[in-house]
């Protein structure tokens, strides 16, 4: 399994970015996948989160329930966040993570009370003037 995203850089307040998440050893099918954020001396926060395919319910945090979308291209198997209305606040390395999950599972894992199995490496996105 192997999740790489890009996207990321230096953009100024009120301006958008879009990431990506390259991911292979794995289908959408059954793999609930999610962003996390992690910003210098603050805890990891989840971002935004999609269950499979078959399902494709979407999450997000308060922190950014309107700005940012999560999507999926599952022919090529990528996920996607695009950030609009981007704060100084958001500054932070952004990081896809996935992990195989059920019927009866699956919300917990969007709802990051489980811990994701499999995550990239992350990509810096920089909000400032």
């Known amino acids: 399994v192997q999740l790489v995203e890009s996207g990321g850089g230096l953009v100024q307040p009120g301006g958008s970015l879009r990431l990506s998440c390259a991911a292979s050893g794995f289908t959408f099918d059954d793999h609930a996948i999610s962003w996390f954020r992690q910003a210098p001396g603050k805890e990891r926060e989840g971002v935004s989160c999609i269950l499979p395919s078959s399902d494709g319910r979407t999450y997000y945090s308060n922190s950014v329930k309107g700005r940012f979308t999560i999507s999926t291209d599952n022919a090529k198997n990528i996920l996607y966040l695009q950030m609009n209305s981007l704060k100084p606040e958001d500054t932070a390395v952004y990081y896809c993570?996935?992990?195989?999950?059920?019927?009866?599972?699956?919300?917990?894992?969007?709802?990051?009370?489980?811990?994701?199995?499999?995550r990239g490496q992350g990509t810096q996105v920089t909000v400032s003037s």
């Open positions: 993570a996935a992990s195989p999950v059920s019927y009866y599972n699956a919300e917990y894992y969007c709802e990051w009370v489980y811990e994701f199995e499999y």
